[in-house]
């Protein structure tokens, strides 16, 4: 309520039409928010209006004493905070700024007579629209990097279709997400004279649609992008001279499809022979060998014995990572990158994997020596072991549990 504060016109048109149905503002609001959110337009209000609110609000809460524990709700780094949070609102980094609109119309509900609006605000529409879906689909899949880039290309032809019908339209999209096969449609369409429809974007955009194959190439670069050569070379990383970046994608026959609206991939054999999600992974970066995160044996090894002598000449910056990554990883002789075993790396890969490594080696410094070998020796002790130990349930017993329970009285 003090930082996003309801549009009252808005506000009014909903409660006139919750009156009518006999229904209060508030008991929606707790029930069903995202009925009412979807009907209003909410404002951050200024600075001069939201910081004495939000102060207030923090000076009434944060001295609150809980019942159970005896303490303040705000301590000492949660006062911190909030002051830090209050200078913020007052330099105008909280509010919305007043010239740029947030919301716009994407719909009408008939029934209510009410527009449906989207805010633009926040990251919302991002993590929770678009990554979480990504994550849902294929996090748990073990998809390739070659699988994950094809799902990823459909993807973005699926929720650039959806969004693009809602947003430019205010229409939801209706029928498939083959353009291929929408495009040929509205040629034969077009030359037999027939009306039709393929949904919104097809029959208000028939020009783009028409001439879709014959537009120039954008050149933009979706999915695994190609190193630049001037990063390439800071990080000692070789370049393809001849790569095919999107190889998979961009290299399809027009006159292909007249014949077959199916996906053409020209990549030969489906097999998966040794190494093939490099040699993907490569292709796609323009490098010799793939770009990877630390993930092989040898690569631990490697690394570990880097860091090891690194950290001798005290902490490790940003700018030390980039010269690991370029004269001790990628252009080492000793043990050199060589695709199979052993891959480029960048400084922020090497840094990561650091990060990981130092947590793992302060949480074994904090263990006293040998309390892990004491412990797991008297856990694993005959006498130990047998005060844990199991009765194992014969078969007669679990397929009838009437007679076990039966025989137990008995005894």
């Not at 006999?22 to 069903?32: A, S, V, Y």
């Not at 919302?124 to 073990?142: F, M």
């Not at 630390?294 to 005290?314: A, R």
Request: net charge positive; with cysteine; charged share 25%.
């Amino acid at each position: 309520d003090a930082m996003f504060v309801v549009d009252p016109d808005d506000r009014s048109q909903v409660e006139k039409y919750l009156n009518k149905k006999g229904l209060k503002w508030n008991d929606i609001l707790d029930t069903n928010p995202s009925w009412i959110l979807r009907r209003v337009k909410r404002i951050v209000p200024p600075a001069t209006k939201l910081g004495p609110i939000v102060q207030d609000l923090f000076n009434e809460y944060g001295n609150v004493v809980c019942l159970k524990t005896g303490r303040k709700l705000f301590d000492k780094d949660a006062w911190a905070q909030a002051d830090r949070m209050i200078k913020s609102i007052y330099n105008g980094e909280v509010s919305d700024h007043p010239e740029v609109p947030l919301y716009y119309k994407v719909g009408f509900d008939k029934k209510a007579g009410l527009p449906l609006y989207r805010c633009s605000r926040g990251t919302n529409s991002l993590e929770g629209g678009i990554h979480a879906n990504i994550v849902r689909a294929i996090g748990a899949s073990g998809a390739g990097a070659e699988m994950a880039d094809c799902f990823l290309a459909e993807y973005r032809l699926r929720h650039n279709i959806k969004v693009g019908s809602l947003n430019r339209y205010q229409e939801q999209h209706k029928g498939h997400y083959d353009i291929w096969m929408m495009e040929a449609l509205l040629h034969l369409r077009l030359k037999l004279g027939i009306s039709g429809s393929g949904g919104a974007i097809a029959r208000k955009s028939v020009g783009i649609y028409l001439q879709g194959l014959h537009l120039k190439p954008s050149n933009e670069t979706f999915g695994i992008s190609r190193f630049s050569e001037r990063v390439a070379n800071d990080l000692g990383i070789c370049t393809q001279k001849n790569h095919q970046q999107e190889y998979h994608s961009n290299n399809i026959n027009p006159s292909s499809l007249k014949i077959s609206v199916n996906l053409y991939i020209p990549t030969g054999s489906t097999a998966n022979p040794l190494n093939s999600r490099y040699n993907f992974l490569a292709q796609k970066q323009g490098t010799t060998y793939a770009v990877t995160p630390v993930h092989t044996k040898q690569e631990y090894q490697k690394f570990n014995k880097i860091i090891t002598e690194t950290m001798k000449n005290g902490p490790i910056s940003l700018e030390k990572f980039i010269i690991l990554a370029k004269k001790e990883w990628n252009e080492s002789t000793s043990t050199p990158v060589d695709g199979a075993t052993i891959f480029y790396k960048t400084a922020e890969q090497l840094k990561a994997q650091y990060e990981r490594w130092n947590n793992k080696r302060l949480m074994d410094n904090a263990i006293k020596e040998g309390l892990c070998q004491v412990v797991q020796e008297k856990l694993q002790s005959k006498i130990e072991v047998s005060l844990f130990s199991v009765p194992i349930l014969h078969h007669h017993h679990l397929l009838n549990p009437q007679l076990y329970h039966y025989r137990h009285q008995q005894k």
